[in-house]
């Protein structure tokens, strides 16, 4: 059964085993948890396959790192329902799922949907065959072999999150990215709101391209020339819009989310992502690759309380490193009687970054008309608060230099 399967991974020589006949050096580590293979670790027939890897296990359950392996194969029973959620939060946390083999004891169809869901390169049902494990092996170093190494050039991604509904997070944005893109930077919006949202009617651009559309494109996301294929706002800004009709949140998926954020980054400078409400595994891991993650609240006792719960769940998600910036959006007019700036910080327990004054018949003009604010009128508190945070974003300096060296003006 094992010589059946047909091996294409290149084996790695060093120069002194090349010259005296030994076996080649290895070239890719994979580890394993200490329940994926019996106690003496893969068996020889399986190890002869693979002269080019070296197998290490990592002695205790696997918690979503990789610490420089290039796969990890971990073991799962689908009958501890408490076991399949602690592997599909650590997946969906896992900077290079696809690097995972999961091999599920008890199947079900449901069990593997879900890990699937999560990123896991492949899901193996007990009991596990040579061939298949050897197969499915190869086809994650394969992937490895030909990655690349990383963006063509530095890139930032914002995850831009809600304390809850109707703080004015979508207009943050879109304003934010015309912001930006009036400083020269390249940016792109991506509407990750699949069920509400609106960024691209905020612009007035109903016929952008969707995330929909983007999606079906399948293995070859990674293709797409996105800086050719969105359309561009009249600030210079472009649009990944929401789908049109409603999508269910678990017809994306963490592995199209990495996918479509690393060919983002190949071709603009900021990448400002609009997030659902709601939690879901590919959300997650759309801010686990984000460098900078915002809050956007506004003056409301309820909000506090829900911005409290945000930066909570993100310290349990392990996002919060670089700690979030905090936007306090909508101060002034609309704000509810007794609720001061000051008891809102003190319930949040941090003071916050920016504070965005309230203009509502301006931001409403802009929003009519699709517009970026300055259109209308330069120089409002509004415009200067959005500059404050483009600023700590990008650095004016910093943008000034990197758009010399990259395009020469």
């Known amino acids: 059964m094992i010589s059946s399967v047909r091996l294409r991974l290149t084996p790695v020589q060093s120069s002194e085993g090349a010259s005296s006949g030994e076996s080649p050096a290895a070239s890719f580590r994979v580890d394993y948890a200490p329940d994926a293979f019996p106690p003496a670790g893969p068996g020889a027939a399986l190890v002869s396959l693979f002269p080019q890897v070296r197998f290490q296990s990592l002695g205790r359950a696997w918690s979503g790192g990789f610490g420089g392996a290039d796969a990890v194969i971990v073991s799962v029973d689908a009958a501890v329902p408490s076991d399949v959620e602690r592997l599909s939060m650590a997946l969906s946390q896992a900077e290079r799922p696809d690097g995972v083999i999961v091999f599920l004891d008890n199947p079900t169809v449901e069990t593997t949907r879900k890990l699937i869901r999560a990123g896991a390169a492949d899901v193996l049902p007990a009991p596990i065959t040579e061939p298949s494990f050897a197969a499915s092996l190869e086809r994650v170093l394969l992937r490895r072999e030909v990655e690349p190494t990383g963006p063509s050039h530095d890139s930032l ?39 509400f949202g609106c960024a691209a009617m ?199 230099a990197t758009r010399t060296s990259r395009w020469g003006r």
């Open 202 to 400: 905020y612009l007035d651009m109903q016929d952008a391209l969707t995330l929909d559309d983007v999606l079906a494109a399948g293995q070859g996301l990674s293709e797409v020339s996105f800086a050719t294929e969105l359309a561009a706002h009249i600030s210079g800004a472009r649009v990944l819009a929401a789908p049109r009709q409603f999508m269910t949140l678990d017809a994306v998926s963490p592995e199209a989310v990495q996918a479509l954020l690393a060919a983002l980054r190949r071709e603009f400078d900021v990448i400002l992502m609009d997030m659902p409400s709601a939690w879901t595994a590919w959300s997650n891991r759309a801010l686990s690759l984000a460098d900078r993650i915002a809050v956007v609240s506004h003056l409301s006792v309820p909000h506090a309380h829900l911005m409290r719960r945000q930066l909570h769940t993100l310290s349990l998600q392990s996002l919060d490193q670089t700690p979030p910036l905090l936007i306090c959006n909508r101060v002034g007019g609309d704000a509810p009687s007794g609720v001061s700036l000051k008891s809102v910080e003190r319930a949040v327990g941090r003071s916050f970054d920016v504070v965005v004054p309230d203009d509502p018949k301006m931001i409403g003009e802009a929003i009519n008309q699709g517009v970026a604010l300055r259109t209308l009128k330069r120089g409002t508190k509004v415009e200067r608060a959005l500059s404050e945070l483009a600023q700590m974003l990008v650095p004016q300096q910093a943008a000034t």
């Open 157 to 195: 991604v914002v995850g831009v999150l809600k304390a809850g509904g109707g703080v004015g997070a979508t207009v943050l944005v879109t304003q934010l990215a015309a912001v930006l893109a009036d400083r020269g930077q390249r940016v792109c919006v991506v509407d990750f709101d699949v069920q």
